[in-house]
């Protein structure tokens, strides 16, 4: 699993920073969250091929996080994607995808989207993972994401062959979760499998201010990429643009037993945001501010 920041600017692109947008790759299929105006250019440097993505999820309707979308669709039907796309946004967004579709002479020629409205809860069921939202602090219709791979157990070998089973086919078949015999005794899948190990868990925030939506739907994750668009010094106009500060991320994030935290759409006039990274480290020490391209990895969990 690997997270690409694409964009970690707020409201306004700088030089070294694109509007939001986040990607997240994985067993090589590829997840964006917010696709804020020039996504596709920074998937472009970033050696990213947009047309893998099936999945697009928007936080809210900022112009900042959605305004990507026409664009990155455009060029997918020019370059004759011939699948459907999934977008996922919040109350709203239907309408707004209507009217993004109506301008000019926008036409679709090889592709159609799946446009789904969200509300809190699972927005996304797949065989290995599940990505749900939660309510966030922002405006009446903003949410976040949570990216969560299925628990696992995983098969003890050592242990199924002192309880004398052979390596091969009754390997396989305790794998796929069937009893075997062996020597006349029952060998059960439950005797040879580890406990359950909790899968990996990436929380996106879009833009809020520090609230209990984010604590819970963070807790124990892995990763959480959250708002921080300013330091200390502005916590009033923080508070009054519902946005937070990266202290306040960073209190977030110990209060829900994270394991790292990712501050990100940063205000522009953090041309050295060393400051906000500081400032989260004071409350929460694996606090990093995301750049542009920046890309980690987000290790499995041992059994
Ligand atoms: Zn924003
Ligand atoms: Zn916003």
Redesign the pocket.
């Known amino acids: 699993m690997e997270i690409v920041f694409l964009g970690t600017s707020?409201?306004v692109p700088t030089e070294k920073r694109g509007l939001?947008a986040v990607l997240l790759e994985y067993l090589n299929e590829y997840y964006l969250f917010d696709c804020g105006e020039g996504s596709q250019r920074q998937m472009r440097i970033a050696g990213i091929n947009f047309m893998r993505i099936d999945h697009i999820f928007i936080t809210h309707l900022?112009a900042?996080?959605f305004m990507g979308l026409a664009g990155l669709i455009q060029s997918m039907d020019f370059l004759e994607r011939n699948r459907v796309l999934n977008l996922y946004g919040p109350a709203g967004f239907k309408k707004t995808m209507e009217h993004m579709m109506s301008l000019g002479s926008f036409s679709m020629d090889y592709m159609s989207l799946s446009i789904n409205e969200v509300s809190p809860g699972w927005v996304l069921d797949c065989d290995r993972f599940r990505v749900s939202c939660f309510r966030t602090e922002h405006t009446s219709n903003s949410v976040g994401y949570v990216f969560e791979e299925d628990s696992k157990r995983t098969f003890l070998k050592k242990k199924a062959l002192k309880l004398g089973v052979p390596e091969g086919v009754l390997f396989s078949r305790l794998q796929k979760g069937h009893e075997v015999e062996v020597d006349g005794r029952k060998i059960t899948p439950e005797m040879v499998l580890s406990d359950p190990v909790p899968g990996r868990k990436v929380v996106y925030t879009g833009?809020t201010r520090a609230c209990d939506g984010v604590r819970e739907a963070a807790r124990g994750a892995d990763v959480l990429i959250h708002d921080s668009t300013f330091s200390d010094s502005e916590e009033e106009k923080t508070t009054l643009m519902a946005h937070c500060t990266a202290r306040q991320a960073a209190e977030v994030a110990r209060e829900a037993g994270v394991k790292r935290l990712y501050l990100t759409?940063l205000s522009q006039r953090y041309t050295n945001p060393s400051i906000l990274e500081q400032e989260a480290r004071e409350v929460f020490p694996k606090s990093y501010v995301a750049e542009d391209f920046m890309r980690i990895k987000v290790a499995k969990h041992d059994p």
Do not use: N, S
């Open positions: 707020c409201a939001p900022h900042d996080h833009d759409h």
